[in-house]
């Protein structure tokens, strides 16, 4: 617990809460961390070429989905401090047509970016977007379901779509 007495041993009032709020953020950062670590571990061991094949899902390569969280963790990094503000992001149908069409207009975007700067950006955005995590002020976080809601589908229940897409198929190469 956070001793904020005046020396005396006491807590202040508000004291307990805090330390329950900071443990709140740290608990979501582990979250996202964990999942990020399970998402890159589930490619660990192919290399280049292997990471170009398309067909993992879809038309996807494993560099096309390392791409694809990465924007979302971009998104994550827009929309979040709009959240947390009470604000509402504008909406992907209204905007792109819907998540997918948003998707493929990403997938076109990114098409052409190499193998290692699709690696660099990753862990340069997620890196971005922890930072972003660790600065929100943890009071600020109190109930705010919204903002865990966004964080959570944009990052560690993302995340593990991708995992599992990637492991279905190198079982089906092996």
């Known amino acids: 617990m956070i001793q904020l007495g005046v020396g005396d041993g006491t807590t202040l009032p508000g004291a307990v809460e805090?330390?329950?709020?900071r443990t709140r953020v740290a608990k979501l950062i582990d979250k996202?961390?964990?999942?990020?670590a399970d998402f890159h571990a589930a490619?660990?061991?192919l290399n280049d070429e292997e990471m170009l094949i398309?067909?993992?899902t879809g038309e996807w390569s494993v560099r096309d989905l390392i791409a694809h969280v990465t924007?979302?963790?971009e998104e994550a990094i827009t929309h979040l401090p709009i959240v947390l503000e009470g604000g509402t992001p504008p909406r992907y149908?209204?905007?792109?047509g819907g998540i997918d069409a948003f998707n493929v207009r990403k997938t076109a975007e990114k098409r052409g970016v190499s193998l290692d700067d699709?690696?660099?950006e990753a862990e340069e955005t997620h890196a971005r977007l922890i930072e972003y995590l660790r600065s929100v002020p943890p009071e600020r976080l109190k109930g705010n379901s919204r903002f865990t809601h966004r964080l959570r589908l944009d990052t560690y229940e993302h995340y593990p779509i991708h995992t599992a897409?990637?492991?279905?198929w190198r079982e089906r190469l092996a």
């Open 18 to 21: 805090t330390d329950r709020q």
């Open 71 to 73: 924007w979302w963790d």
């Open 43 to 45: 490619y660990t061991g």
């Open 54 to 56: 398309p067909g993992v």
């Open 118 to 120: 699709v690696r660099r």
């Open 93 to 96: 149908s209204v905007t792109y």
């Open 32 to 36: 996202v961390e964990a999942a990020w």
């Open 165 to 168: 897409d990637i492991h279905a």
